[in-house]
């Protein structure tokens, strides 16, 4: 390392230094919609405490983060996505933090090993390396999340249409329309049906309807299905409507959906495997044909 290198390097460091203090006394200007969020009346309801607890580093780092920045610097936040799993903001802005430290040092530490070894390289190579590498590992929580989002969506519409079917059993035996929901709900041990029984739990202790309850639920979670089984026990529960017929043909159509989407699958993985197929098959007709070509080439010459 030269000793322009050096000076480059210690005048970028002292730039740094001065920059983050200078940014850490300037007064800071929150984000008015994490601001009106965290004075939400659902969120002082929570407990932070006992989360505090047994956070570990990525529940730490990220509450340093939602303290320290505004949410809008980091993108958009996939909320539902993180409903759905169950994961807090603060461990999903932790995990994007660490991915991002880990992206920055990893070119770093390689190119250090790499001088120590002998190999020299060149300045430029570990610093476009390193933020291309934190800015890349730091949308891989994104990716995870919606995958697993998606997979969980999948999941609780299949158990959903069972429980739709349940529901119907139960409004056909005579149980009122909370009544039926309620059972319905604790017949399951799945953690679909678990989700379900707490929310209808919820209203119950708060006095609001049940179909009210998982109406917010479906919001919260983008589950559109979820939402027109609350518009059919809405019309039980305020009309008074017969609602057997509906819900039992809303439990057949969710089925045929979900195997109509599952055909589908099954017929893109069976194009994907008709290709590597012909591609076997051409390999064969070329070793079989060979010697045949070679043998009237030869004989020709």
Known sequence: MTALQIALISGGLIGLGL??????????????????SNLAPERSLTRPSDNLVTAGAKDRVGLWVMRTLPSTSWGRTP???????????????????LFGVVGLLFPVVTAFLAAVTGLQV???IPLFGSLAMAIALSFLP?????????????????????YVDLVALE???????RQAMEKAAEVGDSWVFRRLAEEL??????????????????????????????DIMRMSG?????VYQTLRARAASMRSAMMNAELAKANAASERMSMPAGVLALIFLVILATPALLRVLVTGA
């Not at 309807?209 to 939402?227: H, M, N, Q, R, V």
């Open 19 to 36: 920059s983050l203090l200078i940014w850490r006394l300037v007064p800071a200007q929150p984000d008015l919609a994490s601001a009106l």
């Open 79 to 97: 909320t539902k996505e993180l409903a759905i799993l169950r994961i807090p903001t603060h461990r999903y802005y932790g995990e994007k933090a």
């Open 122 to 124: 060149g300045f430029a």
């Open 142 to 162: 994104d990716y995870n999340v919606r995958t697993d989002a998606a997979a969980a969506r999948t999941e609780f519409s299949r158990a959903l249409g069972a």
């Open 171 to 177: 409004r056909n035996a005579g149980s009122g329309a």
């Open 201 to 230: 739990g919820k209203s119950r202790w708060s006095g609001v309807p049940p179909w009210d309850s998982l109406t917010s639920l479906s919001e919260e979670l983008g589950l559109a299905e979820l939402a027109e089984l609350s």
């Open 238 to 242: 305020e009309e008074g409507a017969a």
